[in-house]
């Protein structure tokens, strides 16, 4: 089901918490490597509900002051040339990211 669909990385909390706290997070800062980033914006919260669980996201914009090694990068242009789960997918046609 999964196979084949690219993900933007991610980090799961048990609640919500604030991008300030959330870079502190051991798994942020393996992520990002040491990259200095700056938080452009957040998403409004989004509900998905699965046949097994309820997912609720938040998705965070950041500026990076450089490229972080051994991580794939792609243009906001090119997005339309993979496939994302169906949350993702959701959310970048919902910002205009991805055409509709």
Same mark, same amino acid.
């Given at each position: 089901m999964w196979k084949s669909l690219y993900q933007f990385p991610l980090i799961e909390t048990i609640e919500e918490t604030p991008v300030n706290k959330?870079? %502190?997070l051991e798994e942020s800062k393996t992520l990002l490597q040491g990259t200095k980033v700056d938080h452009i914006k957040t998403s409004e919260e989004i509900t998905h509900? %699965?046949?097994h669980q309820v997912i609720k996201a938040r998705f965070y914009h950041f500026a990076a002051g450089s490229l972080i090694e051994k991580r794939f /990068?792609? /243009?906001t242009q090119q997005l339309d040339r +993979?496939? /994302?789960p169906r949350l993702i997918d959701? +959310? %970048?046609k919902k910002t205009? +990211?991805?055409s509709v």
């Open positions: 959330l870079l %502190l509900t %699965l046949t /990068f792609v /243009f +993979y496939a /994302f959701q +959310y %970048l205009s +990211y991805l």
